[in-house]
Every structure is written in structure tokens, then in C-alpha cells.
């Protein structure tokens, strides 16, 4: 069963950074995208950043320049190095991995940003 296992939020005040980490188990070949999505309260969820297997990465227009997206393959494994953090940055981040029609979620991390 392929599980999506997130780690690394938490609550930093306005200025500071976090590392969100999400590793894939239950599978042996690499997810060819995997990304993270989050969802604040009272919004809908909006993509955040992804990076592809051949090193591709896209960011959402809000966390250009402060947000860092990158991929250990040998360990499936996807991180988002968050700087600068913004308390409009508070929300659910969901770690994500489309594949062959499927989409797979992990669980979500918290962050929560402070003023």
C-alpha cells in the first residue's frame, strides 16, 4: 500500500523557517511528480510547488523566492525548505504524488505562522 508520510511543521513566528519533509513507501519505482499542496482555513487547496523526476520544479506565484522545493530519489523522498514565512502562510500542507490517474495525499502537517 503507498503511503505518504509528511514531517517538519509546526508554528515559527513571521520572518523564520521550516523544512517539511514527505517520504513515499510501498512503492519501488519513483513517483514521476511530487509536489505539496496546502489548504488554509476557509480556502480551498492550492498547489504550493512540485519537481519531477528529471528535475523540473514550479511554484506557486506566492512563495517564489522564499520557498524551496527539492528531491532525494534514492529515498523518494520530497522536501520544501520554507523561508521567510508569512502569516498568510498558515495552513495544512499536504504532501502529493499523481500516478497513473491515481493521486496519493499524505496525512498533512500544520504550520501555523505567528505575527
Known amino acids: 500500500q503507498v503511503q505518504l508520510v509528511e514531517s517538519g511543521g509546526g508554528l515559527v513566528q513571521a520572518g523564520g523557517s521550516l523544512r517539511l519533509s514527505c517520504a513515499a513507501s510501498?512503492?519501488?519505482?519513483?513517483?514521476?511528480?511530487m509536489g505539496w499542496y496546502r489548504q488554509a482555513p476557509g480556502k480551498n487547496r492550492e498547489l504550493v510547488a512540485t519537481y519531477t523526476s528529471g528535475g523540473s520544479t514550479n511554484y506557486a506565484d506566492s512563495v517564489k523566492g522564499r520557498f524551496t522545493i527539492s528531491r532525494d530519489n534514492a529515498k523518494n523522498t520530497v522536501y520544501l525548505q520554507m523561508n521567510s514565512l508569512k502569516p498568510e502562510d498558515t495552513a495544512v500542507y499536504y504532501c502529493?504524488?499523481?500516478?497513473?490517474?491515481?493521486?496519493?495525499w499524505g496525512q498533512g502537517t500544520q504550520v501555523t505562522v505567528s505575527s
Open positions: 510501498g512503492i519501488t519505482v519513483l513517483f514521476n511528480v
Open positions: 502529493y504524488a499523481p500516478r497513473f490517474g491515481t493521486v496519493y
